[in-house]
């Protein structure tokens, strides 16, 4: 067994959060507000230390008096507390909304729509190796196959009827592929948990 | 009670014992499920192992949480074992806060080692010169645009607060120009920023290291070229172990690649509990 207190520390919190697949009970319950506080307590220490002091108010103190703006707009978040001049909260949450919507337009419309259409349409060089043709052909179906089921201002009848149900499947087998993804990785982390039970602290494996 | 209503309702506290049975008993009973290799963890190492060495950075996003480390610590590990044994700088960031402490622990795990079987100087690990983690940064967004132009000026100080100009290899990493390849090692949805700004803006190449949950939503960017390898949770970071080893980079395999053989037998559980739900909800049907 380990003699390092840390090790301790991690192993009887990592059971006393699995003692919540038994039932709920007093120690989960204080394994789990240990967590709230100590998340809390790192992240606003990271975000004072790393973001806010050095961005902001060592600049202020070093005379940059320009900061004095998104000290201003920062501080316009918490009118909404203050009924009288709650209004001022949309001027921040409209700055975000403006640069936000500038910068991800172009770059999301770039990156996950030309691309990915690009990316859809089957050309002649798709059949150089003839395995990724027939991928290709697969993808280029299953995406045609998949809007057609979103489309909605027509009765899905007839080929429209047709192509909507193949989308379907094609969506099935997403889904299932996610699904299984899942299951993996939320079994992988409780493997994490047990090889360190049984390893740093049990010293059962290595 | 029938034996349909049995399999159909078995209490999840069993379900619960007969998982854990599942993943203990490979550690201690040899079991050997082979593993093969993904194309796309291929791709990745195919991709590290053709940069040139002493050439252009990689830079590693380390932005994953203490409860994925089980699926991405191990990528970080032979992913960084792989940089440093081919001599090829790296250059590590964070935009999620719980990034910074996980990294500085991946390096000093990867650094002390291969330091200790160093021979010389120009065989050992030395921050400054072979690596230099630069901490973690908010708003990713403007970040990542504002490194295309000047690194430095996104971060002027490196982790430890120490002056990036100080560092012998932060005097030949300006931008995005001197970057191979960034890998991201992600817990949620970060790669996709650095796909829409970094790379769409700059061209800067992006590999990724993510869970499992994450891996589907990022094939189509795999299918497009616009992610050049990819680690798919504990499974891809087994083969990139895996891949290592069989090259020489490392000695030994890491804990993902003994996690596997839980992971094998834990499905064939689930799948077994999936027929048996299913067999016993159609038998139950035809009853009524």
């Known amino acids: 067994m380990s003699p390092d207190p840390w090790i301790w520390i991690g192993a009887i919190l990592t059971l006393m959060i699995f003692s919540f697949l038994f039932k709920d009970n007093p120690f989960y319950k204080f394994g789990e507000h240990l967590f709230v506080g100590v998340a809390n307590g790192y992240f606003i220490a990271l975000y004072w230390h790393n973001s806010l002091k050095p961005n902001l108010f060592d600049e202020l103190a070093a005379g940059n008096f320009i900061y004095i703006i998104p000290l201003l707009l920062g501080l316009m978040y918490f009118a909404r507390f203050i009924p009288k001049i709650s209004w001022l909260v949309r001027i921040p949450i409209g700055f975000i909304i403006g640069w936000g919507a500038g910068i991800s337009i172009p770059a999301y419309f770039q990156a996950e729509i030309l691309r990915q259409v690009e990316g859809t349409i089957v050309t002649p060089e798709s059949f150089i190796n003839p395995l990724n043709g027939i991928w290709a052909l697969i993808i280029f179906i299953g995406v045609v196959c998949t809007l057609i089921y979103f489309f909605f201002s027509k009765e899905h009848k007839g080929i429209l009827g047709h192509t909507s149900r193949l989308g379907i499947i094609f969506i099935m087998i997403g889904f299932g592929a996610s699904f299984g993804y899942t299951v993996m990785a939320r079994v992988s982390l409780l493997i994490g948990r047990i090889q360190f039970l049984l390893g740093p602290w049990l010293g059962l494996i290595k | ?288």
């Open chain 2, 1 to 288: 009670m029938k034996w349909y209503e049995v399999i159909s309702k078995i209490d999840r506290r069993i379900i619960y014992v007969l998982l854990t049975l599942f993943i203990i008993l490979p550690f201690f009973v040899k079991i050997t499920i082979p593993q093969n290799i993904m194309p796309q963890t291929q791709k990745l190492f195919d991709f590290v192992d053709s940069i040139p060495p002493n050439d252009k950075v990689i830079m590693i996003a380390f932005e994953y949480s203490p409860q994925t480390m089980p699926e991405c610590r191990p990528m970080a590990i032979a992913l960084l074992k792989h940089s440093f044994m081919r001599n090829i700088p790296i250059v590590g960031v964070s935009f999620d806060p719980q990034g910074p402490g996980l990294a500085v622990e991946a390096f000093a795990t990867v650094v002390d080692e291969l330091n200790s079987i160093a021979l010389s100087r120009e065989d050992s690990i030395i921050y400054g010169e072979d690596y230099v983690y630069l901490g973690w940064k908010s708003g990713r967004l403007a970040a990542l645009l504002e490194m295309g132009e000047s690194i430095k000026s996104v971060f002027p100080r490196d982790h430890f607060r120490n002056s990036v100009d100080s560092f012998p290899l932060m005097q030949r990493v300006r931008n995005y120009k001197d970057v191979a390849i960034a890998i991201v090692l992600a817990a949620a949805d970060y790669p996709i920023d650095w796909i829409r700004y970094a790379q769409t803006r700059y061209g800067v190449k992006v590999g990724a290291g993510l869970t499992a949950v994450m891996a589907p939503k990022y094939y189509p960017f795999l299918q497009t070229g616009q992610v050049s390898g990819m680690m798919s949770g504990m499974k891809g970071a087994a083969e990139y172990e895996k891949l290592v080893l069989e090259h020489g980079y490392a000695t030994e395999l890491g804990t993902a690649e003994t996690g596997m053989n839980s992971q094998s037998m834990i499905h064939i559980l689930i799948i077994v509990f999936i027929l048996l739900g299913n067999i016993g909800y159609f038998f139950s049907r035809r009853k009524k």
